[in-house]
């Protein structure tokens, strides 16, 4: 199982956690699900719910993970396999993102 945390401008908004490559779970922090004036992490979590389940990485995570070449050479360099997108999400989605969120690993990865 690996957890990252999900932050909306450097505020810790929830986390993301794959349980195996076929079960991911978005669920929001409480306090910042709580807080009507926080928006949604995207419009495809939205907050009139906590917890978003899947079988898949969500598209939206997804879609923060290069593609291609670029996907090539990163997973070169980082050592990671081209078919672990949750890896390269962790490895890449810290600091640099186009957008609002990054993501980070948390401490209870394994």
Do not use: H, W
């Not at 945390?5 to 978005?26: D, K, M, P």
């Not at 922090?29 to 939205?46: A, C, G, M, N």
């Not at 899947?54 to 997973?75: A, D, H, I, R, W």
């Amino acid at each position: 199982m690996r957890i990252a945390g999900v932050y909306r401008n450097g505020e810790f908004a929830g986390t993301l956690t794959e349980e195996n490559r076929n079960s991911y779970i978005f669920e929001y922090d409480e306090i910042y699900y709580s807080d009507s004036s926080k928006p949604s992490v995207s419009l495809t979590f939205p907050k009139a719910n906590r917890i978003y389940k899947s079988t898949y990485l969500f598209p939206f995570f997804y879609n923060m993970v290069s593609e291609g070449v670029n996907k090539k050479l990163q997973c070169l360099r980082l050592k990671i396999d081209e078919n672990d997108n949750f890896g390269l999400l962790l490895a890449v989605a810290q600091y640099d993102t186009i957008g609002a969120i990054t993501i980070k690993p948390l401490e209870k990865n394994t």
